[in-house]
């Protein structure tokens, strides 16, 4: 039973270069989410989906993309990497309804040079 | 808005005593309320939720949490303290009448001393 899956699990960006965060889900879920965490910040909120082709915009969405074309993956897409933008990307997946606990992936931690 | 607060950035405990890390919260809604674990270089894991009902809540790993309403506290308890439980401890919060998304608070490092 795989659950959240993501990769790749390191990256070294330089500046301005693009790339994707891949997440996946095994489990049906309906909703999924993209979380940044930074020391001493907790985890901060990026996009969330509720469905495949809804998404939204959470606490911190600036400089990141989403799509969700399938339930079973969320995408996450840095047009133009900034030195800000390191950090711990985790990708969570839940069941509809907002008394669900959420099932997080492994974390991809991104370092923007 | 919703918001979380653990006031506390670390906790230390000795093994075998009981240990308590604190969260207070705020929504314009009903709360759901929830707790989670972090160990090193490690995703997050579930650890218990409050939904309506009791107060106290029972989940993973002998942890129990206590919701006070009237305080918007929602501490997370356990009665002896293992080496093992030494972990990064998030509690989180979704609004029943707002978001989707979970609001975090900033984490509390529980550290259990042998």
């Known amino acids: 039973n795989a659950g959240v899956t993501q990769t790749p699990k390191f990256q070294v960006l330089k500046t301005g270069q693009s790339m994707t965060l891949q997440c996946a889900q095994d489990?049906?879920?309906?909703?999924m989410s993209w979380y940044r965490q930074d020391p001493g910040m907790g985890l901060r909120l990026i996009h969330y989906?509720?469905?495949?082709?809804?998404?939204d915009q959470g606490e911190v969405p600036n400089g990141y993309n989403v799509s969700r074309s399938t339930t079973e993956d969320f995408p996450l897409r840095l047009l133009s990497a900034a030195p800000s933008q390191t950090s711990v990307y985790f990708c969570?997946?839940?069941?509809?309804?907002?008394?669900?606990?959420?099932?997080f992936g492994q974390g991809t931690r991104l370092t923007v040079v | 808005a919703q918001s979380v607060a653990q006031p506390e950035d670390q906790v230390n405990v000795a093994e075998g005593n009981p240990l308590t890390v604190k969260c207070t919260y705020s929504v314009s809604g009903n709360p759901y309320l929830f707790w989670y674990v972090q160990y090193p270089n490690r995703g997050l894991q579930f650890l218990l939720k409050y939904i309506t009902g009791d107060n106290l809540v029972k989940g993973s790993y002998g942890f129990e949490a206590e919701f006070n309403k009237s305080q918007t506290s929602f501490h997370l308890k356990k009665p002896s303290a293992l080496v093992s439980d030494s972990a990064l401890y998030f509690c989180?919060?979704?609004?029943?009448?707002?978001?989707?998304?979970?609001?975090f608070g900033k984490g509390t490092h529980l550290i259990i001393q042998p």
């Open positions: 989906s509720v469905g495949a082709g809804i998404t």
């Open positions: 489990m049906n879920h309906e909703y």
């Open positions: 989180a919060v979704r609004d029943g009448g707002g978001a989707d998304g979970l609001t």
């Open positions: 969570a997946s839940s069941y509809a309804g907002q008394n669900t606990e959420a099932f």
